[in-house]
Every structure is written in C-alpha cells, then in structure tokens.
C-alpha cells in the first residue's frame, strides 16, 4: 500500500521495478494531492522497492499472503477457466461499470472476460466510480470494508454496508436520497418470488 502523487501513473511507476505489480489503484484520497494504489509481489520484492522510497512510504502486509489482481495469481486463471468456459454468462439486465476500465460491460462474453482476467490484472476504482458517474448514478453501494475513503470523491453519494447491521441503513439511504426504483417486470421477479 502506498500513497503517490495524483498526477501520476500508478502503472508507469513501478512498471520498471521487477516483480512488484501495480494491483489496485484506488483514486484521489486525503486532500486530493494524492492517490492511493496497492501493489502485489513477493515479499522480498516489494520490500527492496519500498528501501528505494522514503522511510515508511511503503506499508507491507503482513495480513495477505496473496497478490491478488496480480500476474502472480495466474494459477488462480488457469483454475477456473474451464469452469468459466462451462457457464453460460448472458447479457446484463443491469449495466455493469468495469473495475479495470472505464467501460459499461453490455454482453455476457464482456462479464466472462471480467471474471476471466480478475484474478492478475490490476483494477481501478476511479475507472469504474467514473463509469458510474457518466450513467448519472443517484446512489452507490458499497459492500464490504470501506477502502482508504476511496469512494469520497465519487460524484454520488455513497454508503458503505460493513455488516448486515447495516442493510437497514442502506435502504434507509435510497428512501433518504430520493432514489426512484424503477418498476419491477412481473414476468422476471415471477421465477424469484
């Protein structure tokens, strides 16, 4: 985990440093001047890169023995891809925003790709709070741990369900905000009453 410069390019700055691979950039935090971006490699790796930052820049985890949206999780994509290549994914009744770029995914070959290329390739938060602000989202969602504050800066406001103590919450948000659900198809919710 490391804080960098906004302007920068999170991929650009360490494409040079061998075996340490940008995982995550998680967007502006702080006061906006910076942003912040995971990086997944072997330990010894990641520690050699962060001697060349100042003291404490760089904070590794000793909570994770996995680099996740890294090229190290390759046996993870050769796992599933004869599981991924058995399913039927179809198309989205609901646009789907990409966490690894700035795309609505309208097809199901686009979700099995997603699937398909999680497991290694980094992903962006600001790519996809981006695709939701250009589909004029009234309302985000967050399920799980809130990540660094990452999310403060989207465009819409956004609540951060924790645990299912706060479901009720979340509810309580969309009547709160004025969210208008659009109305439900019969002939859909029919096969899942």
Known sequence: MLRIPFETDPAAFVADVA??????DLGRVGAGSERMVLLGG????LEGFGATLPPGALHVSDDHG???HSPLQRH???????TLESMTFRDPRVPVHSCME???LT????????????PTDPV????????????DTELGLVLGPA????????????????SPDHVFEAMTAVYDFGIELPPVDDAVMGSHR
């Open 19 to 24: 075996d340490v691979h940008l995982s995550a």
């Open 107 to 118: 097809t199901g070959e686009e979700i099995r790709d997603l699937f398909r290329r999680n």
């Open 66 to 68: 996995a680099a996740f």
């Open 102 to 104: 700035r795309k609505t």
């Open 124 to 135: 962006s938060v600001p790519h996809m709070v981006g695709g939701l602000e250009d589909a």
């Open 42 to 45: 072997y330990r010894e790796a």
């Open 147 to 162: 990540a660094f504050g990452t999310f403060q800066n989207a465009g819409f406001p956004v609540v951060h369900v924790e």
């Open 76 to 82: 993870v994509t050769e796992f599933i891809e004869p």
